[in-house]
């Protein structure tokens, strides 16, 4: 098994993909080679830096001779030990990364999507062929939480994770709290300012986290976990409305993406949920992400960092392209067993987990409507704890049919999905509710 790479002379190192972490990358390892040298016990040279487009203006200077957008010349070359991989998507990605680990070379890589959907796979052929991949840069960006569960908690069974992971969302949702914007405005605004890509659809819709999230799950619970296992509920339905009844009843409204063991069963989800002010998630705003991770041992404990961004996340590659070199990330990849398909743990099934819920109707406003909405809850198991309905104006105008509709908020009990589920299709039959019945997790 292999511990480190050759420890005399200098060590080559190749970028694959010069987008905009490739710049920073290539830009610190050329304007600080003195302290990566002192950091990683020797030169790390970059030998080549492969584009797809050798024409484009590029933030960086680069040596003469180490552009090019041939792959092959990486591939075939015996003395690049270390390949960034920062190719995006599934297919090329793919078939990149295994030709690079056939080759004979480490692999540092940032894409999340491709770990999540081949990770063990590729784990595999990198464990069997002898070479390590390192991946801190595709979960939370600069902030250290591959590391830390692989390493510092490695005492600990990990028993929960909660986590803002990504910072497009997170802004949006912290102008819709903190500015009264709508989500449009806010999505706009993100746009605008380079937060969200001009197609934000993987970031709004919650896909992004659950990546990120099946990624530590498996660290965290030795289990594989795909998809489609579990519920996923993006910020793009999300009314400015329930930005501010959160706020009145005294929470904000946070994308969290959260694993933890209940029962000896794993609960995963993610979704807008409802936190209380003044608590550590709640006061992470902006492109910024944070991480609750518990340990049997170790007790909680909280990381926050930008989560995004070229210098976050090239500081991430650069501190595996370092472990790389000294032979930390190729230890810690063998004793993590990320090939292994036997999962540590089952999945709960979604209908069994349980929360307290916010749940917001468009009412009727008629006699018993109240009433009725306790009795379907009551049947379901649902326990009532607060309720909020405004004053409704006198119904000289803003009827529907003749008929006026307000707003009626309840919070729940702790009560399982499943109830709430069955509740909420017995609600769609009712013809004095109007679309949507929205209903949004409470954290613990």
């Known amino acids: 098994m292999p511990t480190s790479q050759s420890t005399s002379g200098p060590l080559s190192i190749a970028i694959v993909g010069m987008g905009t972490v490739g710049t920073g990358v290539a830009r610190v390892l050329l304007q600080q080679p003195e302290r ?77 999507a491709l770990l999540c959907e081949h990770g063990p ?34 005492g600990n069974q990990i028993t929960s994770i909660s986590g803002i992971l990504n910072g497009t969302t997170n802004f949006i949702l912290s102008e819709m709290i903190q500015r009264q914007q709508t989500y449009a405005d806010a999505l706009r605004l993100a746009q605008e300012l380079g937060y969200a890509e001009a197609d934000p659809t993987l970031d709004v819709d919650g896909t992004d986290a659950a990546q990120k999230l099946v990624i530590l799950t ?59 002010k003044q608590t550590p998630l709640a ?36 501190a595996d392209l370092i472990d790389m070199a000294v032979g930390r990330a190729q230890l810690t990849f063998q004793q993590l067993e990320l090939w292994r398909t036997e999962p540590n743990f089952r999945m709960l099934p979604t209908s069994q987990t349980s929360s307290r819920y916010y749940l917001r109707f468009n009412i009727e ?26 004053e409704a104006p006198e119904p000289a105008g803003g009827t529907a049919g003749g008929k006026s509709f307000v707003p009626l908020v309840i919070m729940t009990h702790r009560t399982t999905a499943g109830n709430v589920d069955a509740a909420g299709k017995e609600f769609a039959k009712f013809p004095s509710l109007r679309a949507p019945l929205v209903q949004l997790p409470v954290a613990n």
């Open 36 to 112: 990566i040298t002192r950091r990683a016990g020797r030169p790390l040279v970059l030998r080549h830096a492969v584009v797809s487009d050798l024409k484009k203006t590029r933030d960086v200077e680069l040596p003469a001779g180490i552009l090019t957008d041939d792959v092959q010349r990486v591939i075939n070359d015996r003395e690049t030990k270390i390949a960034i991989h920062l190719v995006g998507g599934l297919g090329a990605a793919r078939e990149i990364m295994l030709a690079l680990l056939e080759s004979g070379k480490d692999v540092v890589t940032a894409n999340k």
């Open 121 to 154: 796979e590729l784990f595999a052929k990198a464990h069997q062929l002898g070479r390590s991949i390192a991946f801190e840069a595709a979960v939370a960006g600069g902030i250290p939480i591959i590391a830390t569960l692989s390493q510092s908690m490695a």
């Open 218 to 276: 498996q660290l965290a619970f030795g289990t594989k976990v795909a998809l489609n296992d579990f519920p996923r509920q993006g910020i793009d339905t999300l009314d400015l409305s329930d930005i501010r009844y959160a706020a009145e009843l005294g929470y904000t409204v946070k994308l969290l993406a959260i694993s933890k063991l209940v029962e000896n069963q794993l609960e995963m989800h993610v979704s807008p949920t409802l936190v209380k």
């Open 283 to 318: 006061e992470v705003n902006g492109s910024f992400n944070a991480v609750a991770l518990s340990g049997d041992v170790v007790g909680d404990t909280w990381y926050s960092g930008r989560g995004a961004g070229q210098m976050p996340t090239a500081s991430a590659v650069l």
């Open 365 to 390: 406003d008629r006699p018993h409507m109240l009433a009725d909405i306790a009795d379907v809850l009551g049947r379901h198991q649902i326990s009532i704890a607060s309720v909020i309905q405004h």
